[in-house]
Every structure is written in C-alpha cells, then in structure tokens.
C-alpha cells in the first residue's frame, strides 16, 4: 500500500470521525480487520489501549500505530495527518462562521443527532472492547476496582489510568516471578 493510499484512507476515516477518539474503534476495525484485513482484532484492541494511555488525541495516536504497522515511520505520519486533515480544516472553517452558526435551529438540532449517535458509537466500543478482553479474576477485581475509584471515591481519570496501570505492571511481574 502507497503512502498516498494511506494517507487517503485516513483522510476518509477522519472526515466521518463525528465524536472523538472513543469512536474510532468500530471504524478502525471494520476498515482494517474486516474489509482489507491488514490488521488483528488483537492489534486494533491493543493500539486502542495504548493510544488512550497516551498523551494526545486518541484517534491521531490509533493511526499512528496503524499507520507504522503497515509502512513504518512514514505510515505513521501519513496515518497522522490523514485523520486529522478533514477535522482541522473543518474547524477552521467552523471557526470563521461561528457566531452566526450558533443559535441556528438546524445547525442545533444536527449537532444534538451527532451527539446521540456517539453515545451509541461508545456503548458499541464498550461492547467490542469487553468480548475482545482477556477476563478472569484479575480482570473483573481491576474494572470493579476501577469503577469504584471513579464513581465512589472521584479519582481523576488520569489518576485512574496511572493507578491501575501501576498495579498491573506489579501483577504482572509478581505474576511472571512465581511461574
């Protein structure tokens, strides 16, 4: 595959990207595992882990993996600014028209539709990324963990991800010193 061809693709999956990062899961997986099978289920799962880990925009971060794996440090580039190109454009664009867009009935009432398709598009990333994860004890202690840290005692996301990210490299190391 030619760089431009990635570039290209990226450009497509980032012009109907409506809704961030979260989003881009089912997108990512239908365009690269089912329909040109270039990448694992394994893999997506695994770069959409780490391109939330990281600093940055999720769906930049999840190309740019993607983008690597198939042609290197010039994939990741091409990846990177495919995706981002429509939305950049388009907010600049937005940007200039901005306050007379603002109080549009239609202009309201399309943006409301967005937001009730991402909420959809979230719960089905939810789906996919629960029947994709490896679940045993572990698994359910560190999500009902998590959910508490969250919810009962309001830890930041960030103090959330660095907790637990902290605790399953200790697992994981107590776990390989005792086989």
């Known amino acids: 595959m030619s760089l431009f061809k990635l570039f290209i693709i990226f450009v497509k999956i980032g012009a109907i990207l409506l809704g961030g990062g979260y989003v881009i899961l089912p997108i990512m997986t239908s365009e690269f595992v089912d329909k040109r099978k ?5 893999d997506i799962i ?3 882990a780490l391109a939330q880990s990281l600093p940055g925009i999720i769906a ?19 990846a990177m600014l495919g995706v981002t190109f429509v939305p950049f454009w388009s907010i600049v664009l937005l940007a ?5 867009l603002i109080n549009n009935t239609y202009i309201q009432g399309a943006l409301w539709g967005v937001g009730v398709s991402v909420i959809a598009l979230i719960m089905l990333t939810v789906r996919e990324m629960w029947q994709k ?9 560190i999500f ?15 103090q959330t991800i660095l907790l637990f990210t902290t605790l399953g490299v200790i697992f994981k190391r107590f776990k390989e010193v005792g086989e």
């Open 133 to 141: 994860s490896n679940k045993n004890r572990f698994f359910y202690t």
């Open 96 to 100: 200039s028209v901005l306050a007379s």
């Open 38 to 42: 270039l990448v694992s289920h394994e």
């Open 60 to 78: 930049a971060n999840i190309s740019m993996f993607i983008g690597y794996k198939l042609r290197g440090k010039w994939g990741a580039v091409a």
């Open 144 to 158: 009902i963990l998590t959910l508490t840290t969250l919810l009962i005692f309001k830890l930041s996301p960030i």
């Open 46 to 48: 695994d770069y959409f």
